[in-house]
């Protein structure tokens, strides 16, 4: 793949003909590829990219191992991503970010300290989980931070929602995990309430979970606890039916 195919790619989400067009739980704004940019692209992309395909993953090919998978739905800057993946090398991670600011940056760590567990693709996640992750196949899903989308007329474009909670479920494998924190209350009183409607989850701690070790805290997530916003961690499992 040239240069110029890359750039192309990278600069703009596509809107492929025959997909569904619904609402987004983000807003894109206009991109421009800086020089660094280009060249994080031209060194990393290759390596630790991945491009949309209508095709499934074939996870052993991408990581060239068969350890489990843990998919990151909105990144952002991509730090959490990386130092999850270096704490915990038993797993492979995918990362999914729409922001271009955000993708630049993690490719660049991932390339600078040779993470070699960790592979990311800037698109759409509910397009990416529907075409390119097979169902039963996840080990785990993170959402960290989830735009709260604040005004109650905005609260439609929640990336949280019973058709994405359900498509969550769809591609877990038995056993595996949704793992979201927000220090949104509201966001995540109803995020609790809607998992308690999805037939496949389960919640082991009936109510919030407590915090989970290997996660580190975030430049955001540390000013909100100077601003006494509370962290609201969720943790939800998906559970064998003949068990429930």
């Known amino acids: 793949m040239t240069d110029e195919e890359i750039f ?74 990386a130092e999850i993946a270096l704490r ?24 600078k300290r040779q993470i070699e567990n960790v592979r990311i693709i800037r698109f759409n996640a509910v397009d990416v989980l529907n075409h390119m992750i097979p169902d039963g196949s996840v080990s785990g899903f993170h959402i960290f931070f989830p735009d709260p989308w604040q005004k109650k ?32 209350e509201e966001y995540a ?3 609790l309430s809607l998992s308690s409607e999805e037939t496949q989850l389960i919640n082991p701690f009936g109510g919030f979970a407590p915090p989970v070790t290997w996660r580190p805290i975030t430049k955001f997530e540390q000013k909100g606890m100077e601003k006494e916003h509370p962290i609201n961690e969720i943790w939800l499992e998906k559970a064998d039916l003949f068990d429930i």
């Not at 630790?48 to 499934?56: I, K, N, T, V």
């Not at 905005?154 to 595996?176: D, E, V």
């Open 8 to 81: 192309e790619g990278i600069d703009r989400i596509e809107i492929r003909e025959g997909m569904e067009r619904t609402v987004k739980s983000y807003v894109l704004r206009n991109n421009v590829l800086s020089d660094k940019a280009k060249r994080v692209l031209h060194e990393y992309m290759e390596k630790y990219g991945l491009f949309y395909s209508d095709s499934f993953l074939d996870y052993s090919a991408v990581f060239g191992n068969g350890k489990p998978v843990v998919i990151e739905i909105g990144f952002g800057m991509g730090d959490t991503t």
């Open 153 to 184: 007329r905005h609260h439609k474009r929640r990336l949280m929602n019973p058709a994405f909670l359900s498509l969550l479920s769809r591609k877990l494998m038995k056993g595996g995990y949704i793992y979201m924190v927000t220090d949104w």
């Open 88 to 111: 915990k090398p038993e797993c492979n991670y995918i990362g999914i970010e729409v922001f271009l600011q955000g993708f630049v940056h993690l490719l660049d760590e991932l390339g």
């Open 189 to 191: 009183d109803e995020v």
